[in-house]
């Protein structure tokens, strides 16, 4: 980035954001583009939201504008509504003292914009700019753009003494703007790295989503150094402490999975599969009599302890079962035979299978050179029968059978296990001849089976037909 100087830069504010700082303005308010917003456009980035600071209160604020929602009006924030966009407008303020490293016990406000920059958290977010101030940068946050670099405002210690999520934070903006942490920030966050445990799960998992889906996943070896993830994360430095002597591989299980997190797409269930893909290794670490390490069982285990971890990070019931199913299936080798392939979509779930690939990829991309073109290419010709599979519509599941359970009672089967029990073994019948797939020759089948009975329907299953 070339070098500016406050006065030289100049942003161009959406005229929304224009209209509400002119309306403080032409009240005798001073009101400022403020943080995140700022150092976007410096950058040259889209922000994704336009945040104002303020010297107007929150109740001068509100009867400025129109429509308003009191979004943390006991700290100073009011969002202004215009039209179907909100723009949070918050008070200049000074924090009062941190009592759980995370929030304020209380805020007082202030005339003075500076004394509101001085209690931000890094340099680079404590800038603010107007149209008429141009930017104001009092902590040398321009300088730090330049650089590269992720510096608190003002003692590093200080800042992540009152909230430990800071620490987190910087390690999440290195990864998503590529920079590095200077050197007493970092300092500061090895010192202070236990003060995370009292940050609330939900927080770390955003801070560690955006980290992961960033262009630097890299990054998290920023929060191992640190001490970070031995906070929130342990089993990663279990990961990082087990190395892999076996050909196949020629790094750590966590320098592996990093870079293995580089070759799969910036999507939050491929980046938690891929960083949980091992996660069991070290648990399932044995080392033969001819010094080669392996790990049986470790995808089985690994789905086990990822679903631990993910409900322990507070994730959704969806992303958590994606994310196991993932990592259970990741190290499935099937022969490559028609019905192998299908036997082994079916297991998995046919809609597993994109990402599965991708997973696939990355994996053997970030192990040794040793039969690494013999293992990529036996991907592509699994995705190859995959997609002929598809193309073909054959059939995967029960569902995708010629009969359903109704035709089977009308056929004159009784309703229950046994009834689900003949669905799948037709399911299985069809996986291995696909040409079965039809409703006389399953009903045939059944029959054979000795399922079906002859004689007159009982009253259940009337009612059930009915």
Same mark, same amino acid.
């Given at each position: 980035m070339e070098h500016k100087k406050p006065g030289s830069v100049k942003i161009t504010l959406p005229e929304n954001v224009k209209a509400i700082i002119g309306r403080l303005e032409a009240e005798g308010f001073e009101a400022y583009a403020v943080g995140g917003c700022v150092r976007d456009s410096v950058l040259g980035r889209t922000p994704l939201d336009w945040d104002i600071t303020t010297s107007a209160k929150p109740a001068q604020v509100k009867k400025l504008f129109s429509r308003t929602v009191d979004t943390g009006i006991r700290h100073g924030t009011v969002t202004v509504l215009m039209g179907r966009e909100g723009f949070e407008v918050t008070?200049?303020?000074? #924090?009062?003292?941190?009592e759980d490293a995370r929030h304020p016990k209380e805020v007082r406000f202030t005339g003075n914009l500076l004394e509101d920059l001085r209690r931000r958290d890094f340099t680079i977010n404590a800038m +603010?700019?107007?149209?008429?101030?141009? !930017?104001? #940068?009092?902590?040398?946050?321009?300088?730090?753009? &330049?650089?590269?670099?992720?510096?608190?405002?003002?003692? +590093?210690? &200080?800042?992540?003494? @009152?909230? +430990?999520?800071?620490?987190?934070?910087?390690?999440?903006?290195? +990864?998503?703007?590529?920079?590095?942490?200077?050197?007493?920030?970092q300092t500061a966050a090895g010192d202070l790295a236990g003060n995370l445990a009292r940050v609330s799960a939900e927080r770390i998992q955003a801070e560690l989503v955006r980290l992961l889906v960033s262009d630097h996943p890299e990054a998290l070896l920023m929060a191992y150094t640190t001490g970070l993830t031995a906070v929130f994360l342990p089993e990663f430095d279990a990961m990082m402490e087990t190395p892999q002597q076996n050909p196949h591989h020629c790094y750590s299980v966590g320098r592996h999975t990093v870079e293995a997190l580089k070759h799969v797409g910036a999507d939050k269930v491929l980046r938690l599969a891929m960083l949980l893909h091992d996660v069991a290794k070290p648990a399932c670490r044995r080392t033969g009599e001819d010094g080669i390490d392996h790990f049986y069982g470790h995808p089985a285990e690994g789905s086990r302890m990822a679903e631990q971890i993910l409900r322990r990070l507070k994730f959704d019931n969806d992303t958590t079962a994606m994310v196991c199913r993932l990592i259970r299936w990741h190290d499935d080798n099937p022969e490559l035979k028609a019905q192998n392939i299908r036997r082994s979509v079916s297991r998995a779930g046919a809609e597993l299978y994109p990402a599965l690939f991708a997973i696939r990829r990355a994996d053997i991309l970030a192990q040794s050179s040793y039969r690494k073109e013999e293992k990529m290419a036996y991907v592509d010709a699994f995705e190859q029968m995959y997609r002929d599979i598809i193309r073909q519509r054959q059939c995967l599941a029960v569902k995708d059978l010629a009969v359903d359970g109704r035709d089977l009672i009308r056929a004159g089967m009784t309703p229950g296990k046994e009834l689900g029990d003949?669905?799948? @073994?037709? !399911?299985?019948?069809?996986?291995?001849?696909? &040409?079965?797939?039809?409703?006389?020759?399953? !009903?045939?089948?059944?029959? @054979?089976?000795?399922?079906?009975?002859?004689?007159r329907r009982t009253k259940r299953q009337r009612k059930l037909l009915s």
């Amino acid at each position: 980035m070339e070098h500016k100087k406050p006065g030289s830069v100049k942003i161009t504010l959406p005229e929304n954001v224009k209209a509400i700082i002119g309306r403080l303005e032409a009240e005798g308010f001073e009101a400022y583009a403020v943080g995140g917003c700022v150092r976007d456009s410096v950058l040259g980035r889209t922000p994704l939201d336009w945040d104002i600071t303020t010297s107007a209160k929150p109740a001068q604020v509100k009867k400025l504008f129109s429509r308003t929602v009191d979004t943390g009006i006991r700290h100073g924030t009011v969002t202004v509504l215009m039209g179907r966009e909100g723009f949070e407008v918050t008070t200049y303020r000074i #924090d009062g003292a941190y009592e759980d490293a995370r929030h304020p016990k209380e805020v007082r406000f202030t005339g003075n914009l500076l004394e509101d920059l001085r209690r931000r958290d890094f340099t680079i977010n404590a800038m +603010a700019y107007n149209e008429k101030s141009g !930017l104001i #940068d009092a902590f040398g946050g321009l300088e730090d753009l &330049e650089r590269g670099q992720i510096r608190c405002v003002g003692n +590093a210690q &200080e800042r992540f003494a @009152e909230d +430990a999520l800071r620490m987190l934070r910087s390690v999440r903006f290195c +990864a998503q703007l590529g920079f590095t942490v200077a050197e007493e920030t970092q300092t500061a966050a090895g010192d202070l790295a236990g003060n995370l445990a009292r940050v609330s799960a939900e927080r770390i998992q955003a801070e560690l989503v955006r980290l992961l889906v960033s262009d630097h996943p890299e990054a998290l070896l920023m929060a191992y150094t640190t001490g970070l993830t031995a906070v929130f994360l342990p089993e990663f430095d279990a990961m990082m402490e087990t190395p892999q002597q076996n050909p196949h591989h020629c790094y750590s299980v966590g320098r592996h999975t990093v870079e293995a997190l580089k070759h799969v797409g910036a999507d939050k269930v491929l980046r938690l599969a891929m960083l949980l893909h091992d996660v069991a290794k070290p648990a399932c670490r044995r080392t033969g009599e001819d010094g080669i390490d392996h790990f049986y069982g470790h995808p089985a285990e690994g789905s086990r302890m990822a679903e631990q971890i993910l409900r322990r990070l507070k994730f959704d019931n969806d992303t958590t079962a994606m994310v196991c199913r993932l990592i259970r299936w990741h190290d499935d080798n099937p022969e490559l035979k028609a019905q192998n392939i299908r036997r082994s979509v079916s297991r998995a779930g046919a809609e597993l299978y994109p990402a599965l690939f991708a997973i696939r990829r990355a994996d053997i991309l970030a192990q040794s050179s040793y039969r690494k073109e013999e293992k990529m290419a036996y991907v592509d010709a699994f995705e190859q029968m995959y997609r002929d599979i598809i193309r073909q519509r054959q059939c995967l599941a029960v569902k995708d059978l010629a009969v359903d359970g109704r035709d089977l009672i009308r056929a004159g089967m009784t309703p229950g296990k046994e009834l689900g029990d003949t669905l799948k @073994e037709m !399911l299985s019948l069809v996986i291995e001849q696909p &040409e079965m797939n039809r409703k006389d020759l399953l !009903l045939k089948f059944a029959q @054979e089976k000795g399922r079906l009975q002859t004689d007159r329907r009982t009253k259940r299953q009337r009612k059930l037909l009915s």
